[in-house]
């Protein structure tokens, strides 16, 4: 029997089953008795592996910023955009509204949610205290909650394939750096255990 100060209560995502989640060692995960959904885990170093991966991120994004997207030529004619151009190509095409949502979509969320890992992690990782965790914790599983990075790559591959049919599409740098981008930010996203990263939070916090 476990000591009821280190279980905390929880309703299954699944099966809305109330559960007094055990305390799990690194390498456990919890899972649902009657449904088996996974309510918690703790992967072995998971917050140096989210910093690391996280770290990663910033590096590719920074180069999916600076470098071409891709190339259109059609008839002899190229035209070169990175991914910056494109929510100020949308906005010249007198659709200020989707300029802004993709702005948000493909830049501003993901470096704010690359951002928000990084603090939090980073005092976690070096066993730091910090008053500000718990607003920074909110902020990062909000921000999850609205960051499309993988929907954008699947609307993006999804569009190149239709607009192949019509010009030559050559991909840039920026494309594969992108790709790599949204692949490290899934991996340092998945080391985040909601319930462990609270659990973090909370002894890290004076
Ligand atoms: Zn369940």
Request: charged share 15%; net charge positive; glycine share 14%.
């Given at each position: 029997m476990q000591d009821i100060s280190s279980q905390t209560h929880t309703a299954c995502e699944e099966c809305d089953l109330l559960i007094a989640v055990p305390a799990v060692a690194e390498g456990e995960r919890a899972e649902c008795?009657?449904?088996?959904?996974?309510?918690t885990q703790r992967p072995r170093q998971g917050f140096e592996r989210s910093l690391s991966f996280a770290l990663a991120a910033c590096v590719f994004f920074a180069i999916s910023l600076a470098f071409p997207f891709l190339t259109l030529a059609n008839g002899g004619i190229e035209n070169v955009m990175t991914l910056p151009e494109a929510s100020i190509a949308i906005w010249r095409e007198q659709d200020p509204v989707l300029a802004v949502i993709v702005f948000l979509a493909i830049i501003a969320l993901p470096i704010a949610l690359i951002g928000t890992i990084i603090a939090l992690v980073t005092p976690l990782v070096l066993n730091k205290q910090a008053a500000w965790l718990p607003g920074v914790g909110k902020l990062m599983f909000g921000l999850n909650d609205w960051a499309m990075v993988d929907v954008f790559v699947i609307g993006t591959i999804v569009s190149l394939v239709k607009i192949a049919k019509l010009a030559t599409v050559i991909l840039g740098l920026s494309f594969w750096a992108y790709i790599l981008f949204a692949i490290c930010l899934t991996a340092s996203l998945s080391g985040l255990d909601r319930l462990q990263v609270w659990k973090a939070i909370d002894a890290a916090t004076p």
């Open positions: 008795p009657r449904c088996g959904h996974t309510l």
